[in-house]
């Protein structure tokens, strides 16, 4: 299913003057400007300029009239354009189909790829938070069709549109959300039009004969009722291959066939430039238009065409292909450079003597779950249970640090820790019996407290004071229970461990 992106960038003038400049400060006004006729008129506002009540279209005499520390620069659309051309490339990191949508927003078709950031709303996230890092305001949204995605993304209150509910998240917004002219915007504020789902209740005939069919095209372009084209931003330097058909194909085999030998050919043209994959992408263009994209990645830089042919294997399937595909482009989106002659290693299914390349298990892995769930856990230097390990890329290096030797630690940690009740022969010693899951354990050996504290200096961090026992019950069980405060101060039971 097709899922498309629409990123908004209010602000994108002036972020990309003070990107370039360095300044002024975003707490000063700054405002573009540009010729309408004889008139000397804003081109664009910051968010500072906007909210002293300055907007695009008013005289730059009047804005030095109502703010006379007013930054002024004159505008250049030229240079806006290519800006955001390559913003655009920046963000074909994030999905192989990107588009520019001018003058302030950029198209990205995530289907296929929005599981690598885990999900939808974590790709926005990460999407928006790292063009605020650049000192770039962006808005997103993620929606079936890009004019519904476009809606939202500049007059919505949500960030993702669930598949299927592009009508409901269109019907409430304002008819400006379906990017029409100002005579059309004209006429339907005349007659009191003012939601889509109105304009969307008139009788089809009345409606064009009063509007004109642009605004029935944007229309069904909002709603997803007609296909509207994304045409993909390749830069001229990317490595790619393609293969276009007489006639059009539909079945998987096919289609791994295909792949299999557009991986080849890419190899190939890698190789004579000394390089290897790193991310690749497989953009699928069907008959009506319509299409899908794959992309997978490596862990480290490759030419084994066989390999990276087969990363797409199992996705293969989830491919629709309509009334047939036209044309497959297998893309090296990402690439790095690579020695001409690589170690034979024998593969994990098999074949020539060595040591066992665990980089490809690790790619395939990665292409059927997403790169955020395959990771190792690593060793971290602390007391704290809970803090012990952190997740470190498939194949780093091994930790330089590590644990004691003697260090007593269940094989099994709860998070988060259970509560328990427990009875005591004083209150200071450790329990006699206590209650888990309903189940009610006697204690026969018991071996503590080990005092654990927070790390005084981590000055973000809560206090917490934990006195922690290594328990045998009469069945044989081991766990590792703790008190969270000292028995003066009426501390609560709790098993955060069970030993092997």
């Known amino acids: 299913m097709r899922r498309v ?13 003070r990107r370039r400049f360095g300044g002024p400060p975003p707490d000063k006004p700054l405002v573009t400007v540009g010729v309408s006729g004889a008139r000397r008129v804003i081109a664009a506002a910051d968010a500072t300029a906007q909210g ?34 390559e913003l655009a490339r920046w963000a074909i990191g994030f999905s192989p189909v990107v588009a520019i949508d001018p003058p302030d927003g ?18 926005l996230r990460d999407l928006v938070k790292r063009l605020a890092r650049r000192g770039v305001t962006a808005r997103a949204a993620v929606a079936d069709a890009p004019g519904a995605a476009w809606a939202v993304a500049r007059y919505g209150n949500t960030l993702v549109v669930p598949p299927g509910r592009t009508v409901d998240a269109v019907a409430t917004l304002s008819v400006q959300a ?18 889509v789902g109105q ?25 997803g009722h007609v296909f509207e084209p994304i045409n993909p931003l390749i830069p001229d330097e990317t490595v790619l291959a393609s293969l276009a058909f007489a006639d059009p194909i539909s ?109 490809r298990l690790v790619d395939r892995l990665t292409a059927r779950v997403g790169s955020k769930r395959v990771y190792r ?18 194949l780093s290096p091994p930790a330089v640090s590590g644990w004691p030797n003697n260090l ?23 329990p006699a019996f206590f209650i888990w899951r309903h189940v009610r354990h006697k204690v026969t050996k018991a071996d503590g407290p080990e005092r654990i504290t927070s790390e005084w200096w981590l000055g973000d961090q809560p206090k917490m004071v934990r006195d922690y026992y290594r328990l045998e019950t009469a069945k044989g069980d081991r766990f590792w229970v703790f008190r969270d405060a000292p028995a003066a101060e009426g501390g609560s039971w709790w098993v955060h461990g069970i030993f092997a």
């Open 5 to 17: 992106i629409s990123l908004y960038l209010p602000t994108w003038p002036t972020d990309r003057i």
């Open 52 to 85: 002293l009540g300055l907007y695009p279209g008013m005289t730059i005499a009047q804005a030095q009239a109502l703010v006379p520390n007013l930054h002024v620069l004159d505008a250049t659309p030229e240079e806006d354009a290519s800006a955001l051309r």
């Open 106 to 123: 950029i198209w990205i078709d995530i289907a296929g790829v929005a599981h690598l950031f885990g999900s939808e709303e974590g790709l």
């Open 178 to 195: 379906l990017r029409l002219t100002a005579d059309a915007l004209n006429a339907m504020n005349k007659l009191g039009i003012e939601r």
């Open 199 to 223: 304009l969307a209740a008139m009788p089809r005939a009345p409606m064009v004969r009063r509007f004109g069919k642009d605004v029935a095209l944007r229309l069904d372009q909002a709603m």
């Open 251 to 359: 079945r998987p085999e096919d289609i791994r066939d295909v792949v299999q030998r557009l991986s080849k050919d890419l190899c190939a043209d890698l190789m004579r430039r000394g390089e290897g994959v790193r991310r690749l992408d497989l953009v699928i263009r069907n008959v009506d238009q319509k299409g899908a994209s794959l992309r997978v990645g490596t862990v480290k830089a490759t030419r084994d065409h066989k390999h990276l042919a087969r990363l797409f294997d199992e996705r293969i399937e989830t491919i629709d292909p309509g009334f047939g595909i036209e044309e497959i482009v297998l893309i090296a989106s990402r690439t790095e450079p690579l020695a001409d002659e690589q170690t034979e290693v024998r593969d994990l299914d098999g074949g020539e003597d060595g040591d066992v390349d665990m980089s």
């Open 377 to 394: 856990l690593a060793p971290v230097e602390t007391l704290v249970p809970e803090r012990m390990v952190r997740r470190v890329p498939p």
């Open 408 to 430: 007593p630690r269940p094989s099994r940690l709860l998070e988060p820790p259970e509560a328990i009740g427990t009875t005591a022969l004083l209150p200071d010693h450790p």
